[in-house]
């Protein structure tokens, strides 16, 4: 089973210095907690915040979250929110949204909003990124039945790096046209998937990988529809 996200790190470095966008107001909560409207197309990481809400927004375009001072980081969009990225120039330009911050836990709640409830969409690329790094810190994404995540290259990947635990809760569709559904990736620590979502790929539906310590947990009524990979690849190396 191959490794996610040695190839993609590369890109929160080239995303960093870009500013924070227009239609992104912070305060709406606390002064680092950003509400985003209205439709752009601009890329940004977003790097004064600390959550990030999407109400009706409508984005074009390489879009992320990379706080510059790490920490904890929460994203929630509603159900009339889209990102949508079709540039193919160059690799690390292609995937629909990125989280990522270092010594700090991803959650997908914030002051304003509650899960994954949009759609995020990639061309090329992996539709919704998420890594974290530093002990302890984990990655809790909600995905409502209202949602989309679609990706030439993939659903979703998310990977933590030392004793963090990831935890999905999955409940709107995941589909790829060439690569895999949902790919995780814990070192000493856990995965828990709950997957009531349909989820059609030609990779594998569901690639799970702990090394170290950390088991790995599947459950819920989903559908997953391979044509090329198998349905679940769980792998847990010394867990």
């Known amino acids: 089973m191959r490794a996610p996200f040695f190839a993609a790190v590369s890109a929160f470095a080239i995303m960093a210095a ?3 966008i227009a239609d992104c107001v912070a305060g709406v909560g606390g ?3 950003y509400l985003c409207t209205g439709t752009f197309s601009i890329s940004s990481s977003n790097p004064d915040a600390r959550t990030l809400t999407l109400q009706g927004a409508k984005i074009d375009g390489l879009f992320g979250f990379q706080p510059i001072v ?4 929460g994203f929630s969009m509603d159900a009339g929110s889209s990102i949508t990225n079709t540039n193919g120039s160059w690799h690390v330009s292609t995937a629909g949204f990125y989280l990522y911050t270092s010594n700090g836990t991803i959650d997908t709640g914030t ?3 509650t899960g994954i409830n949009g759609s995020i969409y990639s061309l090329y690329g ?3 990124t998420a890594l974290t790094t530093g002990a302890n810190s984990n990655i809790n994404i909600t995905t ?3 949602s989309l995540l679609s990706g030439k290259e993939g659903g979703l990947q998310a990977r933590v790096d030392n ?5 999905l809760n999955l409940a709107g569709k995941i589909t790829s046209s060439d690569g895999t559904g949902v790919s995780v990736q814990a070192v000493d620590g856990s995965i828990n998937i709950k997957l009531d979502a349909d989820v059609t790929t030609a990779g594998d539906g569901v690639q799970a990988l702990t090394t170290g310590k ?3 947990n599947l459950s819920g009524a989903g559908d997953i529809a391979s044509s090329s990979g198998l349905g679940v690849n769980a792998q847990a190396l010394g867990g």
């Open 144 to 146: 409502g039945a209202t």
């Open 111 to 113: 002051p304003n909003g």
């Open 163 to 167: 004793n963090g635990a990831i935890n």
């Open 18 to 20: 870009s500013p924070a």
């Open 70 to 73: 790490g920490g904890n980081i």
């Open 126 to 128: 992996t539709a919704l």
């Open 31 to 33: 002064p680092r907690d």
């Open 214 to 216: 950390g088991a790995i």
